[in-house]
């Protein structure tokens, strides 16, 4: 109670009183239109206050709530109105009668049957009054409610979305400075649940190599504020099996309100299985499925790079190109097994030739190519293709068959050879070519006269084409002679060609253009297409021409229709195949085709027609081929008795032919005879055929008829009559 001046209690003064009355009718005003509903209950448990919205809580009419009225005097109201709450009753009596009858305050819920919820807060006075009020909160408990229920959908979806990924997840809280790992982490990781996640158990694991990043890279999104994620690849050593493991990792941070430290997310993946797959197709692109071995694409994308470093570095690049010398032959003959098998033992055997720098291609069929890099000199290079040559050498055996694995070697060197990938290859291809004719299995380095050989080459091939199309090429014919009678025993078809001057060219200023597939092949189809016409010409006008030879050149059977074409053309002009010889060299033995040889040369001999051994002795012979090949006669090369009178090593190799001939039933014949005392030495040495400028050059299919009329050839004296003054041909 306040007291005022004069020592009259306040209250007592009729002025204040009335001053009371209108604050306590303004207060009731004030209580009655609150949003909240208010109660106060005396001692007695008896209503002293209350309001409208009270009642409205309460499921009853203002006017059923009078003062006096006992709080148990109130629930039987409610209950009467049917007043439903969603509390089971015990429990709702219970709450109810515990509110009636107060505690010290607290807070408490009335949630009813219809949905809508109060949220109670009451309190017991001084004078023992117990006062609540009752808050609507339906509308912000729903909007709580659906927040709290779509936080939980979406949680379960990201826990969903994240399972279906396979993502481990890595909860770091920077503030708590706690973390957890999810299950599937664990998996990732190796580990078993008992071990406390901890950064440095996880560190532990990750590859030596990439521990560092992968740390640089949490303490960054940790400590600085403009990062706010990262990703990262690292690899792992699985703590359950030490197994190496990629993974990527994926960091969000997120920050807590009104707060600089936040709470980082990882999510982690296990991408070993798609790291290799992605391997395997990468490692594919570059490399060789049967060698192991890099392939064409991956070999020059590897040069660009070392002649790129060997120019910045001042260093030198050495540069092998690798062609399996009888590959093709071993494939056709014995099987693509074998031809397999023969890569593989070629491949190891060079990889394990070369330095681990070195790499190592397969740029074909049967060509390789070495990249060394930095050599110092072209010693170096030399030394290094020997080794490999070395290493090659032995043969091996696959299902019982013997393979010979050795190859030829072409060698060029950057920046001396070539400043460019493509020079360098350029030249590395000419002095492979140079070395296959050497004579394969060895090994050649580039020489700018390799170049000049170029050119002559082409020169060559463009005076072939030339002729061709003009045609004007067509065959001579150099009788073979009986040495004993000087009769002719047959021809050999000798090419020519005219330039556009009308000059008569030999066959040597063609040279390389009998080694070119396309131009030795149209030379050769012209010259058996003539030989068959000048035949059937003489065979129809009786004219006694027994055989006539004609030269075939290793790149003739390259294509393996050689035998089908003569034999095609010989019976379309009516021509019996013994009226035809082949002549080859040894060479079609171990060149390019040769592996054609065998068919085509056993089909023409099954046919009739004749096959010779040109040049015999001057190239790779081997007697093997006399029993391997149907050979009818042997053709002793003309340096051999050019040099005769003075070497007596020519005329022991002479006589030697002469008797292999005879034990195996082979003619033969000297070619290159000029002079008489050759052809006497030749008959005195058992030889019975020959053929030279002694009896005749090469002459056009004009004079032929009037050459075969004659008895002999032989009408020569003195015997030594120096070469080239014609023939006096002893008429029949
Ligand atoms: P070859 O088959 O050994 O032919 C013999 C060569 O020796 C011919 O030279 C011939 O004119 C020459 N000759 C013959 N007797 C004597 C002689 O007593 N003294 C000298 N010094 N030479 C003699 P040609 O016609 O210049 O032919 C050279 C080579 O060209 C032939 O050697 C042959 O390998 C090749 N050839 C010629 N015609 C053809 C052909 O139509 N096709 C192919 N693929 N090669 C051919
Ligand atoms: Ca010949
Ligand atoms: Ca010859």
């Not at 709470?263 to 060789?288: F, G, Q």
């Not at 009986?482 to 005219?498: K, Q």
């Not at 010889?581 to 171990?590: A, L, P, R, S």
Request: a neutral charge; proline letters at 3%; aromatic letters at 6%.
């Amino acid at each position: 109670m306040r007291q005022d001046d004069g020592g009259q209690p306040a209250d007592d003064r009729p002025e204040d009183q009335e001053h009371a009355r209108a604050r306590l009718a303004q207060l009731t005003t004030a209580i009655e239109h609150m949003r909240q509903g208010l109660c106060m209950y005396d001692e007695q448990g008896r209503l002293v206050l209350s309001n409208r919205a009270y009642a409205t809580a309460l499921g009853l009419h203002p006017g059923e709530l009078r003062p006096g009225i006992t709080g148990r005097e109130v629930l039987a109201a409610m209950r009467a109105k049917g007043f439903q709450a969603h509390l089971p009753p015990a429990e709702r009596e219970e709450q109810l009668s515990r509110m009636l009858r107060g505690g010290d305050g607290g807070e408490s819920n009335l949630e009813r049957a219809d949905g809508q919820t109060f949220a109670i807060r009451h309190c017991r006075t001084d004078q023992g009054h117990w006062i609540a009020t009752y808050e609507d909160v339906t509308h912000s408990l729903s909007v709580q409610r659906r927040t709290a229920t779509e936080l939980k959908e979406s949680e379960e979806r990201f826990r969903l979305a994240v399972e279906v990924a396979g993502l481990g997840v890595w909860d770091y809280d920077t503030l708590l400075v706690s973390r957890k790992w999810s299950g599937r982490l664990r998996e990732i990781f190796g580990l078993e649940d008992a071990i406390e996640p901890s950064l440095d158990t996880a560190l532990a694991l990750v590859h030596a190599d990439d521990r560092a990043a992968f740390l640089r890279q949490l303490q960054t999104i940790r400590d600085d504020a403009a990062c706010a994620r990262f990703e990262a690849s690292v690899r792992i050593h699985r703590a359950s099996d030490g197994q190496l493991r990629w993974i990527t990792m994926n960091g969000w941070k997120t920050f807590k309100a009104d707060c600089p430290m936040g709470r980082i997310i990882m999510t982690a993946r296990d991408v070993t299985d798609e790291k290799l797959a992605e391997e395997r197709i990468l490692w594919s692109a570059a490399h060789d499925a049967l060698t192991g071995l890099a392939n064409r694409s991956c070999f020059q994308a590897e040069l660009q790079l070392a002649l790129q470093t060997a120019s910045q570095e001042a260093e030198a690049v050495g540069l092998l190109l690798l062609d399996i010398d009888r590959f093709k032959q071993i494939n056709d003959t014995l099987g693509h097994d074998a031809g397999d098998r023969l890569l593989e033992v070629f491949a190891a055997r060079l990889r394990a030739a070369v330095r681990s720098e070195d790499t190592v291609a397969r740029i074909g069929g049967d060509e390789f190519a070495v990249i060394l890099r930095q050599v110092s000199s072209r010693h170096d290079v030399a030394g290094l293709a020997n080794c490999i040559l070395e290493r090659l050498v032995k043969p091996f055996t696959h299902n019982g068959a013997v393979l010979d694995c050795r190859a030829s070697i072409g060698a060029a060197l950057f920046p001396a050879h070539g400043r460019s990938a493509v020079e360098l290859m350029k030249h590395a291809d000419l002095a492979l070519y140079a070395s296959k004719a050497a004579g394969r299995g060895t090994s050649m380095l580039f020489d700018p006269a390799m170049k000049s050989q170029v050119r002559r080459r082409d020169l060559m091939i463009r005076r072939a084409r030339d002729a061709l199309d003009g045609d004007r090429v067509l065959p001579y014919y150099q009788p073979k002679v009986d040495l004993r009678t000087g009769a002719v025993i047959g021809l050999e078809a000798l090419l020519r060609w005219r330039s556009r001057h009308g000059r008569v060219g030999e066959p040597g200023a063609l040279g390389y253009a009998f080694e070119d597939l396309e131009v030795a092949n149209a030379l050769s189809d012209r010259m058996i297409a003539r030989v068959i016409a000048d035949l059937r010409c003489w065979l129809a006008g009786g004219v006694a021409v027994d055989h006539v030879a004609v030269n075939a050149s290793a790149a003739e059977f390259r294509r393996d229709d050689f035998a089908e074409r003569v034999l095609d053309r010989l019976a379309r002009a009516g021509i019996a195949a013994r009226h035809f010889e082949i002549e080859v060299t040894e060479t079609v033995f171990v060149g390019r085709g040769a592996e054609n040889v065998q068919r085509a040369l056993d089909l023409l001999s099954r046919e009739g027609v004749r096959i010779a051994l040109d040049h015999f002795g001057t190239g790779y012979a081997s007697l093997r081929h006399l029993k391997q090949f149907p050979v009818d006669t042997i053709k002793i090369d003309r340096s051999f008795v050019r040099d005769m009178d003075e070497n007596v090593g020519d005329e022991a190799i002479i006589r030697a032919v002469i008797n292999l001939g005879r034990a195996l039933g082979i003619k033969v014949v000297a070619e290159g005879i000029e002079r008489g005392a050759q052809a006497d030495r030749l008959v005195g040495l058992d030889c019975d055929l020959g053929q030279g400028f002694l009896f005749s050059k090469a002459v056009p299919s004009s004079r032929v008829p009037a050459l075969l009329a004659c008895k002999s050839l032989m009408a020569r004296a003195p015997s030594d009559r120096p070469v080239g003054q014609g023939l006096r041909l002893v008429a029949s």
